[in-house]
């Protein structure tokens, strides 16, 4: 009796279609984490760019005059400018007063970032 070798052929093309599915779902997903890591690292460094350069607004004591400021809350776009609420992608919350700042990025009411910073004033005797 001879025996068709079809059946062990297709049962081969299974195994491997169901290889190949694994492997190609296990890829997509990888992607779609790394493409979320950049996402959050992008957010991430706008914001540092955004509080160290209120930071450094602060230290020149330009703060006040630099910002519109909506209750010490100053609205950023993607590229860091200063822009409305209605454009707003980032949102910086500011608390100061002589000899300390802290700022706080947030983005869609999420805190992404928070930079305090200490001023001592030197004393002269």
């Known amino acids: 009796m001879k025996h068709s070798k079809t059946g062990l052929f297709l049962m081969e093309l299974i195994v491997g279609i169901l290889f190949f599915s694994l492997a190609s779902a296990v890829c997509i997903e ?10 959050e690292s ?10 160290s350069n209120i930071v450094e607004i602060y230290k020149n004591n330009q703060l006040d005059s ?15 400018q200063n822009v409305s609420l209605k454009e707003a992608t980032y949102t ?3 608390k100061h007063d002589k000899q300390k700042i802290v700022v706080t990025i947030l ?5 992404i970032y928070t930079l305090e910073y200490h001023h001592y004033q030197q004393r002269t005797f």
């Open 66 to 80: 630099y910002f519109q400021k909506d209750n010490d809350k100053i609205y950023f776009n993607e590229s860091g």
């Open 107 to 111: 983005c869609d009411n999420k805190t």
């Open 42 to 51: 992008m957010q991430k460094s706008h914001a540092v760019k955004i509080a």
């Open 30 to 39: 990888i992607f779609a984490k790394a493409h979320l890591m950049n996402d």
């Open 92 to 94: 910086a919350q500011i």
